[in-house]
C-alpha cells in the first residue's frame, strides 16, 4: 500500500540548534518524488524541499536539506539553525510519477521552536 | 509571480446551503488540485484538474464537484451542506502533472453551522 509516515505529533527545538523531522514511505513505484511543505498557522501550504527518487544527491535549499535513504524509504527534514518563525505543521508529501500522479501527504509533524 | 489565490478566504454557511469556491492558479500551471483539511482528518484528495479534464477524484461524496476553466481557473462547489464539511480547503497549482511540484493557495475557510 502507498502510504506516508510522520512519527513525530510534535517535536520542540531550541533556537539555532538543528532539528530532524521523520518521514518514511511505502510504494513499490520506482519513480516518486518526495515533497516537505510548511503550514504556519494562518493555513497556507509554502512548498520547502523536493526529491526526486532517482536523484543520487540529498537535496538542499538553504537552511533545509532532505536526508534521503531510499532503501529505507525515509525522507527526513533536517532544518539547521533553527528560527522562531519555523515553528510551524511540517508535512511530508509523496507524488507518482506515472499512473495517477497523485500526491499523498503525512499527518505531520507539529514543531515548535524554543527561544 | 504571483502565487495561487483563492476566493473567498472565509465563509460561513449554514447546513443546506451550497457553496462555491474559486481558485486562480499560478500564471502557466495547468494542473489544479482541491484537499480538504479537518484536524480529525487531516489533509485529502478531493480531485484533480488538468486541463478542464478531472484527471483523478478523491473518496468524497457526490456533493462534492469541481470544474476547470479554459484558463486554468477552478472551482469547486459543495452541495447540501453538513456541518463534518467545516474546514479549510486548500487549492495546489502545478505546471504540469508529473514532474512539477504542486504550490498552494492560502486556502478558504469553511464554516458550516
Known amino acids: 500500500a502507498q502510504k506516508i509516515t510522520q512519527t513525530q505529533p510534535g517535536m520542540f527545538v531550541q533556537e539555532k540548534e538543528a532539528v530532524t523531522l521523520d518521514c518514511t514511505y511505502d510504494?513499490?513505484?520506482?519513480?516518486?518524488?518526495l515533497f516537505w511543505y510548511k503550514q504556519p498557522s494562518s493555513g497556507e501550504m509554502i512548498f520547502l524541499i523536493y526529491?526526486?527518487?532517482?536523484?543520487?544527491q540529498n537535496a538542499t535549499e538553504g537552511r533545509y536539506s532532505l536526508n534521503f535513504q531510499k532503501a529505507r524509504k525515509s525522507a527526513n527534514l533536517v532544518i539547521s539553525a533553527s528560527q522562531l518563525g519555523d515553528s510551524a505543521m511540517y508535512f511530508c508529501a509523496m507524488r507518482f510519477n506515472s499512473g495517477t500522479y497523485k500526491y499523498i501527504f503525512g499527518t505531520g509533524t507539529r514543531l515548535k521552536v524554543l527561544a | 509571480k504571483a502565487g495561487v489565490t483563492q476566493t473567498p478566504r472565509y465563509l460561513i454557511k449554514t447546513r443546506g446551503q451550497q457553496v462555491t469556491l474559486s481558485c486562480s492558479p499560478i500564471s502557466g500551471h495547468r494542473s489544479v488540485s482541491w484537499y480538504q483539511q479537518t484536524p480529525g482528518q487531516g489533509l485529502q484528495f478531493l480531485f484533480e484538474y488538468f486541463s478542464e479534464t478531472q484527471r483523478n477524484k478523491g473518496n468524497f461524496p457526490g456533493r462534492f464537484s469541481g470544474r476547470q476553466f479554459s484558463n486554468s481557473r477552478s472551482e469547486m462547489n459543495v452541495s447540501t451542506l453538513e456541518l463534518g464539511d467545516s474546514a479549510l480547503y486548500l487549492c495546489?497549482?502545478?505546471?504540469?502533472?508529473?514532474?512539477?511540484?504542486?504550490?498552494f493557495g492560502p486556502g478558504t475557510r469553511l464554516t458550516v453551522l
Open positions: 510504494t513499490s513505484d520506482p519513480s516518486y518524488g
Open positions: 495546489a497549482s502545478s505546471k504540469d502533472r508529473a514532474t512539477d511540484t504542486q504550490y
Open positions: 526529491q526526486g527518487s532517482y536523484d543520487q
